[in-house]
Each structure stands twice: as C-alpha cells, then as structure tokens.
C-alpha cells in the first residue's frame, strides 16, 4: 500500500518539525507511552535520522498499572530501533499506594501528571515532544504545534504563539520548556492509514484476541492482573474478543468488542466508528484540561 498524497504532506511535516526541534533543543526527549500514537511518532523519529541512531531518548511515565503487554512491547521496540529508554515512576505515590481504583483523580495527578514534571525536572528536558493529535479531544485542539509551558510546566492557551506558514518558534526564556507535537494534525483515520501503509507493529492490545472482561458502567475492563484486580458483588470475568482503541491504566481504560485483528481491518473499523477513541477512558470523566493547566500531556 503507497501513502497518499496527504499522508506525504502529513510525514513531511512531522519530520520536520522533529528535525527543526531536536536542532534548536539542548536537551530533547520524546514522550513514549507505547501506545499508537506515540508508537507511530516514534517510528518517524527513526525515519527522521536514517540511517544514524535516533539521537533522542524515549521517556515512558509509568503509572505502575501499565499493561504487561505494553512494557513488553515497549523495551522491545526501545531495543530494536536503537533508542535509550528513560523509565520513570512515583515513588511517593507508590509508597502511599495509590491505585486507580481507590483514588481516582488523585492518583492520575499524582502518577501521571506529578510524576512526568518530575521525570522532566530530573532530566532538564527543554523540547519534549509528544503524540497528541487535535482531534482526540477538545483541550487538544487548543494547543499550538510548539506549545510553550510556564516554569513549574503550566499551559496557557492565551499565551502561546502565533505558527503562521508553519514558522515555528523554539526560544525559550528561562525556566520555560516546550511540548512538541509533530502529529498534531494527524486524525485518527489517518494515524491507522499510515500504519497501515508503513506497516508498523503496535503493541498487541490493539488487534482483536480473546480476554478475559468484566463490564463495569458500560465499560469492557480486561482483567490484566488477577492478584491485583479489585472485584466488586461477586464479579467474574467472562471471555470476550475485545481490542482497544486507546490505552491508559488497565483498570480504567476500556477495550471494545472487535474481530479486527490486522492493520488494515482496524483502518476499515475506525472508519465506520461514530465514537471518540478516547470514549473508553473512564479516568476521562474529569476535565482533561484542567489537568494540562497543570502540567499533564
């Protein structure tokens, strides 16, 4: 399958953004969490510095509810496309225990949002580029291409700058950093039409298999992890062929019944979708930009 016109245009410019951004930054990291769409922005980081090593470390925030098959997908890809691997956690949330289960805003804050203005401080990270697309949802779409975050990582969107004819902006005053998002005008269909095109391996929860689920307010939650699995009024999983369209922490990220099972049946199906891909993430029920304004993706 050869790449559209459009999907051309869309590679050439996320290239170049990756070009221009690793060439102004001092110090740069790309944001992995293993799932599609960083996956996809990955793999153009690869095509960007072809044939040298990509020169950009990966940074996964582990929740420390991940899918186990999302890490094993992840330190296999870091390792196959040469990549250093950057892992980083909370470890004070981890000692207080926080849980999705339990805590709810409170551990997305803590194990997502505090635990990558750590990772960033730790690292001295000034472009930080990202996977987020403007369609996934509303907040996204207020976001500059290079996005400007106050020191302390906060996001104003009255504050950011002018991209006319794509010129892009890289100064930094002190104490300021940058998140990059070179896939920004990416829509869904087109992120599965270019996988499809370049043929390129995501993580397994994507494609359809039979999983064990139990269905929680209209959501299919896989059980990921029996040991660690919360059960309520005598739950018990049932087996049911199910894929994701959007992954986050196992317990509150929702898969979808499916047979889609290939890069091109997944392409077909998002097509005829009428739903947002991030419809399944239960932890989505707060404001999504609130928790930007406060350092978050």
Known sequence: ?????????????????????????????????????????????????????????????????????????????????????????????????????????????????????????????????????????????????????????????????????SIFNWKLRPGETIRAFPISNWTEEDLWTYITARNIELAPLYYAADRAVVERDGALIVVDDDARMRWYGGEKPRSETVRFRSLGCWPVTGAIASKAKTNAEIAYETLRASVSERRGRVSDSGSLEAQKRNGYF
């Open 1 to 165: 399958m050869t790449l559209s016109r459009r999907l051309l245009e869309l590679e050439s410019e996320a290239i170049h953004i990756i070009r221009d951004g690793v060439a102004e930054a001092e110090n740069p990291v790309v944001l992995f969490s293993a799932g599609k769409d960083s996956t996809v922005l990955a793999h153009l980081v690869v095509r960007a510095f072809w044939p040298a090593p990509p020169p950009v470390p990966l940074l996964h925030i582990d929740s420390t509810w991940e899918f186990g098959e999302l890490l094993a997908f992840r330190d296999r890809f870091a390792s196959e496309h040469g990549f250093e691997l950057i892992v980083h956690h909370n470890r004070d949330g981890l000692a207080k225990g926080l849980n999705p289960f339990d805590h709810g805003d409170v551990y997305t804050t803590m194990m997502r949002t505090e635990a990558l203005k750590q990772a960033l401080d730790d690292g001295r990270y000034d472009v930080i580029f990202g996977g987020a697309r403007r369609d996934e949802e509303a907040s996204r779409a207020k976001e500059r291409i290079v996005s400007v975050r106050s020191e302390g990582h906060g996001w104003e969107p009255r504050n950011q700058r002018p991209e006319l004819w």
